[in-house]
């Protein structure tokens, strides 16, 4: 099993950047045998898939946040981090980071709050 804790969120103004943190703990071989995405879901919206680190470092972006958000891992801390940049009112939502391997199966974090005011 895996347990992630997300940190990170707040309150920033249009344009500017927050970085969020992944955290896993448990019981797992290893880190880097793990994909992490972080999902985000709005006030009213369905959660959508955001960026994805695969544990050799493929990643993927959903387009609302390619070339503003960075998806990177640090697999000695067993932490994936979200580096959000240019960040608009539109990405106010609660983030949150998904883990999944074939050993451990999926978890999700309990998710931060990002508030982005215009």
């Known amino acids: 099993q895996v347990q992630l804790v997300e940190s990170g969120g707040g309150l920033v103004q249009a344009g500017g950047s927050l970085r969020l943190s992944c955290a896993a703990s448990?019981?797992?071989?290893?880190?880097?045998?793990?994909?992490v995405r972080w999902y985000r879901q709005a006030p009213g919206e369905q959660r959508e898939s955001i960026a994805t680190i695969t544990g050799n470092g493929n990643i993927a972006y959903e387009v609302s946040v390619k070339g503003r958000f960075t998806i990177s891992r640090d697999n000695a801390k067993n932490t994936v981090y979200l580096q959000m940049n240019s960040l608009k009112p539109d990405d106010t939502a609660v983030y949150y980071c998904?883990?999944?391997?074939?050993?451990?199966?999926?978890?999700w974090g309990q998710g931060t709050l990002v508030t982005v005011s215009s």
């Open positions: 448990g019981n797992f071989a290893r880190f880097n045998l793990i994909l």
């Open positions: 998904y883990a999944w391997s074939s050993q451990t199966g999926g978890a």
